[in-house]
């Protein structure tokens, strides 16, 4: 099914971190398997990150919510090369090398002001997409839900 204006289903999740991870068992997001898409993997420790890239040329915009129970720093950057320092084309191996010098959005989340913080929207600026999310709280995130939606119009 193509995405539409207003996307409404899984399938345009490009990227979440969800802690606690829900069961497999259960359906979630209409997802068969949402293990499949968490890319969380254990709580995110004081100044720590997690980084996930993403081929931005298939959409125009991203957006989404954002909910832990520590402040967080969000920040979507872009990247317009085709090869990495070395002359090679961009594989899922060097995606990381590029120059992600075109900063769309960082995003400071505070748990105490979630409606005001909580969400987000980019529109593109490259090709190639570095999203991360940054733990700047006291303490490791005990809860964490970060969705990366993305649609073509």
């Known amino acids: 099914m193509p995405f539409t204006h207003y996307p409404k289903l899984a399938a345009n999740i490009i990227a979440a971190w969800v802690q606690p991870a ?3 068992k259960d359906p979630f997001l ?12 254990k709580p ?7 980084v996930a890239y993403q081929d931005g040329q298939n959409f125009t915009r991203f957006y989404g919510t954002i909910a832990s129970d520590q402040p967080l720093e969000v920040t979507f950057c872009f990247s317009n090369e085709e090869t990495d320092p070395e002359g090679c084309w961009v594989t899922d191996d060097n995606v990381h090398r ?36 940054k733990n700047v709280g006291a303490a490791p995130t005990k ?11």
Do not use: C, T
């Open 22 to 24: 829900p069961s497999d």
């Open 30 to 41: 209409n997802l068969p398997r949402f293990s499949d898409l968490n890319r969380f993997d």
């Open 44 to 50: 995110l420790e004081p100044g720590q990150g997690v």
């Open 98 to 133: 590029l120059h992600y010098d075109g900063e769309a959005l960082r995003q400071l989340y505070f748990p105490d002001k979630q409606g005001a913080s909580g969400k987000y929207f980019v529109m593109i600026y490259g090709r190639w997409l570095r999203i991360e999310v």
């Open 143 to 153: 809860m964490l839900r970060v969705f990366v939606r993305a649609s073509v119009f």
